[in-house]
């Protein structure tokens, strides 16, 4: 498939054996946003059209993680952390202080660098995401939304509301062959957190925090939300209409207006 005609550049942190790809859109001036792709489909590419319009008036980064897309590792080494690697990232590019911004299982690692290098992150945005928490109450909870027979079923039903299947064929099928190229073959498994999240550690968090998902999220409905903006201090919560588990997909200007608003006041 072809890159969408939005500018952009790109490069590589080689560092060891590993070879972090990353796409840099926009201009720099303001505080950047890096944005975080989920676990089980997608990379950097998935972004670019969110990434676009984010990056108006201010440069935004996305990379993509161990195991997806063009980012390349030696099988041999030692498993690091996602919040290790976007740190590396930003020194790298020697930004200081930015946004960071995590989808689903990129939320996990977006509440991992909160608590581990609070002191580099402006603001942090957790959409559509179950936070990687590891309470057993929540735990279990998770095994009543999604059951075999949920897990069953195909990746497009699980995270594509039915209004936008139904509204928009062309979109669905462009999710669908994005999700089943961007996991790469063989890739090793999910990279370790750095802390053991439960609610009881979200609560320590001090950096602004926007919660979001969609109305017809079946991973993360609009309860899980709440049950989240009440461990995190001050936290903001938008509930998007008619969209599901992939929020920034579905309903792109409601994301992106969410975002650089809530960015701006920080």
Known sequence: MALPNVPHETG?????DVSIFYRSFGSKGRAPILVMHG?????????????????????????DRRGWGRTTVDPNTPAA???????????FLHIDRFHLVGTA???????????SYPQRLRSIVVANSIGGVQDEDFVALGRVLRPPEFTAMPAEVREVS????????????????L???SRQTGAPP?????????FALLES???????????????APPPVLKMFARHIRHAETVIVPEAGHSTYWEQPDVFNRAVLDFVKKH
């Open 12 to 16: 590589r942190l080689n560092s060891g």
């Open 39 to 63: 676990a089980n489909y997608f990379d950097s590419y998935d972004w670019i059209g969110v990434a676009g319009a984010l990056a108006r008036d201010r440069q935004v980064i996305a990379f």
């Open 81 to 91: 952390s996602a919040a290790d690697d976007l740190i590396a990232l930003m020194d």
């Open 105 to 115: 299982a990129g939320g996990f690692v977006t509440f991992d660098a909160a608590l």
């Open 162 to 177: 039915p209004s936008y299947r139904a509204g928009n064929p062309e979109g669905t099928r462009k999710w669908i062959e």
């Open 179 to 181: 999700e089943k190229l």
């Open 190 to 198: 999910a990279q370790p957190l750095k802390n053991r999240i439960t």
């Open 205 to 219: 968090i001090r950096v602004p925090t926007l919660l979001l998902t969609g109305d017809a999220d079946m991973f």
